[in-house]
Every structure is written in structure tokens, then in C-alpha cells.
């Protein structure tokens, strides 16, 4: 049983460390003028949700199966258990987010 509570949170913090990186991945735009649009959808939210349905929704039906959503979170899973034994560690962890910061300072054409 604490082994599904831990994979469970496992999954949520992986989850959210996804929503992050596609939020915090995003060009930084000006915060939308307080009463002047008539959309309250803020742009920057919904290019990380469009981002995240390019990642899970594979069959692009336009929602997410739980198939999709496990199939994704076990991709994300793999991507963090770098030795491959079954379970995360927060040196593991440090080292992906250390990764992709060095990416993503790459692609925006900065050194580390």
C-alpha cells in the first residue's frame, strides 16, 4: 500500500514539475492590463496547456485518455530514474532539472 502512495506522489511531483517547465519555458509577455481584455484567458497558460496536449494527447482527440496519462507519466518516470533501478532519487532529480536548465539556456542562446 505506501508503495502506490509513493508512486502516487511520485507522480504528482512529476506532474508538476512538467506544468513548470512548460510554464517557466515560455518567452515572458507583459501581464494582460487589469478591466482592458475582453479574454480573461491568459496567453502564457494556454500555450503550456496546448504544450502539454502536443505531449499526452497521442491519438489527438483532442483529450487526455488515463492510457495517455500513464503512458506519459511513465515516460517521465524513465526520464528521471537515470540508472534505471526502479525508483527516483533526489540526486536524480537534481541532476534532470540541472539538464534541462542547461537546455533551456542553450536555446536561448545563453552559457550557463
Known sequence: ???WK??????VIILV???CSYVFAQPK???PSPGGEASELDPRKEHAIDMMFREMDTDHDGK???KEWMAFQEKQFKR???NGDG???KDEVRADWKERMK???ERRGKTP
Open 6 to 11: 509513493t508512486i502516487a506522489m511520485l507522480a
Open 103 to 105: 537546455e533551456e539556456q
Open 17 to 19: 514539475g512538467v506544468c
Open 64 to 66: 487526455i485518455s488515463k
Open 80 to 82: 528521471f530514474d537515470k
Open 87 to 89: 525508483f527516483i532519487t
Open 29 to 31: 509577455q507583459p501581464p
Open 1 to 3: 500500500m505506501a508503495r
